[in-house]
């Protein structure tokens, strides 16, 4: 039985939400003296954070380049990045195997392939941790039934982020373990909310289109109140353009004047604890949604796509209100919903009290437990490195 680290592999290094809900788990489980190490096929901000909580975080070189490999991509772009995945699992795998690792952790669906190989290669267990929901609407749906089933083949285990993740599996009656991300819980926020017409409004979330910004801006036109909004998060997969198409769109219906975008920000915590009212309007089933936690945390109102994670997370008109984002009606129900909101304080200061007792339950130390559940992990003894070659 191998006794070294769990290795968790990620194929991007990008401070996208899969990628920080990782960091904070493994950070979590390293510091509850946990053998953890992380690899990632490219260099990036995540590993410097691991690094610097003094996590072994290396980058396996390869030419390896996962932004040739998307959705709805060429095939022939796709088999080359197939090909090049392949040979970085051998590499892993090798990697492994000198580290005398106890499991490899997929942490996406390229991640998945890659693990695959090296897992076999290493003879040891291979669990895929699962951050989005593998759907049609999502992947398309050839891709979606071959990632189903190359899950359903090669992962001896699961972590999904959330109950909506989990159903969208085929498990083949193999162990699934619910574990939501937690999240670092935020000093207590103490503030009152502000009166209808100085309302402010902050929406966290990377730019890019199933995130569904533009439903926000386009019921900010509709609403019968001014409020100010602040959007919170950069591109990071090439959707500059639907950034560029957001600016064009708060300016064609004339609400340039309220709504501000800051860009990527690595602790957007201060500017939820500024906001009154947080909303998240995916078009698409969201996951888990951490940035919910986050301003429910922060003493925010939150308003949220009815869907997926977000209702697991809200009891709709208790800590949050649900509103559902998908389709032609959205704007104009979003709209409704932000009106009677913003017009009753009473309710706002209500949902934003019953919000933070609920992201209590969202700590990194409970993350941390349920994924020790699943996970084969060892302690940590001295300071191995994960291998040499890497
Ligand atoms: C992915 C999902 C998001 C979830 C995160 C953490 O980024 O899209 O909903 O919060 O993973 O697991």
Excluded at 106 to 126: C, D, F, W, Y
Excluded at 311 to 327: A, F, H, Q
Excluded at 333 to 355: F, K, P, Q, Y
Aim: glycine share 8%.
């Amino acid at each position: 039985m191998p006794t070294g680290p769990v290795i968790f592999l990620t194929h991007t290094a990008a401070e996208s939400g899969a990628e920080l809900a990782l960091t904070r788990m493994v950070t979590g489980l390293h510091r509850d003296g946990a053998d953890v190490a992380v690899l990632a096929t490219q260099e990036g901000p995540i590993l410097d954070r691991l690094r610097a909580e003094g996590v072994r975080a290396e980058h396996v070189c390869t030419d390896f380049d996962s932004s040739r490999v998307v959705i709805g991509g060429s095939l022939l772009r796709l088999a080359a990045g197939v090909r090049s995945m392949i040979a970085t699992g051998l590499t892993i795998g090798a990697t492994a195997r000198s580290a005398d690792a106890s499991a490899i952790v997929a942490e996406s669906t390229k991640a998945l392939l890659m693990g695959t190989v090296a897992s076999r290669r290493a003879r040891i267990p291979l669990i895929w941790h699962m951050h989005d929901r593998v759907t049609n609407e999502f992947f398309g749906p050839m891709l979606a039934l071959v990632i189903r089933t190359l899950g359903a083949v090669v992962a001896r285990a699961y972590i999904a982020n959330s109950a909506a993740t989990a159903e969208t599996l085929w498990t083949r009656g193999k162990p699934v373990a619910i574990v939501y991300p937690g999240i670092r819980l935020p000093d207590p926020v103490d503030r009152l909310q502000r009166r209808p017409a100085d309302v402010r409004i902050c929406m966290v979330g990377r730019l890019t289109d199933w995130k569904g910004q533009d439903t926000l801006l386009e019921a900010l036109a509709r609403s019968r109140h001014r409020p100010h909004v602040t959007f919170v998060g950069g591109t990071h997969f090439g959707e500059e353009s639907y950034a560029d198409a957001l600016a064009e769109t708060a300016a064609r219906l004339g609400v340039a004047d309220r709504v501000e975008f800051t860009g990527h920000i690595d602790d957007p915590l201060p500017l939820l604890a500024d906001a009154d009212i947080a909303v998240h309007c995916s078009r698409v089933t969201e996951p888990f949604g951490q940035v919910i936690v986050e301003a429910m945390a922060s003493n925010c109102a939150v308003i949220a796509a009815d869907a997926g994670g977000p209702r697991e997370i809200i009891t709709s008109g208790k800590d949050g209100v649900l509103v559902d984002c998908t389709g032609d009606g959205a704007a104009r129900r979003l709209a409704d919903v932000l009106d009677d909101v913003i017009d009753d304080v009473d309710l706002r200061s209500r949902l934003a009290a019953a919000g933070v007792a609920r992201s209590a339950d969202f700590s990194i130390q409970r993350t941390c437990a349920d994924a020790t559940r699943v996970l084969p992990l060892h302690r940590r003894v001295g300071t191995r490195d994960v291998g040499a070659g890497v």
